[in-house]
């Protein structure tokens, strides 16, 4: 009588999914009853595992169906005796939530150089691609704060870029389309500023050293003339005062004689009366 159970091994691997995931197993059983092999996940009902080749046995599942998070899936196998082996299991990890698309950062309209470095932004630990007007020109990664730089070649023209971005889970999303150009002109345009930039520099240094210098430069000293000026009203000043002075000393004096006539008179009345 047999009592012995089917064997079973899951070849696919688990852990985070997105879109299809591919389910394979290896059953074996000299008993074995292909119409009773399923694979269940969760509570839902049991769906057919199909016949691969050999003893391989899969089925490939739409996780789009499911909710994000952790799903079991229970491998279950018969044979003709009715014995059943349930015990097999795997667990996976749905993310099926697309992240936010990349984007370059600071990228001119147009530039000179043939070999630029991209920057950009994109989900944490994902991986990077950048493709040249449609061609694949670089893979990277972003770092832990989403950054990531890429060097790339620039054809003649104008160049479309894009990024897309392809999270752990493998959803991948695009960015944008960006622009730039590579041009003589721009070339030109940098030249030129690179020529005025030292005129420029050469000019402000000369302002500030005469700025400098005139307010250090001591006052000048005043024209013949200018001390001619500033003396004609200071001597017109002295002519008009000494006319007052001299009036001012003549009234003592005439004051002092009319005293003295006074006094002269006065000794005259007194001998007047004495000789009386």
């Known amino acids: 009588m047999d009592k012995t159970i089917p064997s079973v091994t899951i070849s696919s691997t688990g852990g985070l999914v997105s879109g299809d995931y591919i389910l394979e197993v290896t059953?074996?059983?000299?008993?074995?009853?292909?119409?009773?092999?399923?694979?269940?996940?969760?509570s839902e009902t049991a769906q057919t595992l199909i016949h691969i080749s050999g003893d391989t046995y899969g089925a490939t599942i739409n996780t789009t169906t499911l909710d994000d998070g952790t799903h079991t899936i229970k491998i279950i196998a018969y044979d003709h005796a009715g014995n059943v082996n349930d015990t097999q299991t795997i667990q996976i990890?749905?993310?099926?939530?697309?992240?936010?698309?990349?984007?370059?950062?600071?990228?001119?309209?147009?530039?000179?150089?043939?070999?630029?470095?991209?920057?950009?932004i994109a989900e944490p630990g994902s991986e990077i691609e950048v493709f040249l007007n449609g061609v694949s020109v670089g893979n990277t990664t972003a770092d832990d704060d989403g950054k990531w730089s890429l060097d790339v070649t620039l054809e003649e023209?104008?160049?479309?870029?894009?990024?897309?971005?392809?999270?752990?889970?493998?959803?991948?999303?695009s960015s944008e389309d960006y622009s730039i150009s590579l041009s003589k002109e721009a070339a030109e345009e940098t030249?030129?500023?690179l020529y005025i930039l030292p005129i420029v520099i050469a000019i402000i240094?000369?302002?500030?050293?005469?700025?400098l210098f005139l307010r250090k430069k001591p006052e000048t000293l005043p024209s013949e003339e200018e001390i001619e000026e500033e003396k004609a009203p200071e001597e017109g000043?002295?002519?008009?005062?000494?006319?007052?002075?001299?009036?001012v000393e003549d009234e003592p004096i005439n004051g002092s004689e009319e005293g003295?006539?006074?006094?002269?008179?006065?000794?005259?009345?007194?001998?007047?009366?004495?000789?009386?």
């Open 27 to 42: 059953i074996t059983d000299a008993n074995l009853k292909s119409s009773l092999i399923e694979y269940q996940i969760g």
């Open 93 to 120: 990890n749905v993310d099926n939530t697309k992240p936010s698309p990349p984007t370059i950062s600071d990228l001119p309209s147009k530039t000179e150089k043939k070999e630029i470095t991209l920057t950009g």
């Open 157 to 173: 023209g104008e160049n479309k870029i894009t990024v897309e971005s392809r999270d752990a889970a493998g959803n991948l999303v």
């Open 191 to 193: 030249d030129m500023k």
């Open 205 to 211: 240094v000369v302002i500030l050293i005469l700025f």
């Open 237 to 247: 000043t002295e002519e008009e005062i000494e006319p007052e002075d001299e009036g």
């Open 260 to 276: 003295l006539g006074e006094e002269e008179a006065s000794e005259e009345s007194d001998e007047d009366v004495k000789e009386e």
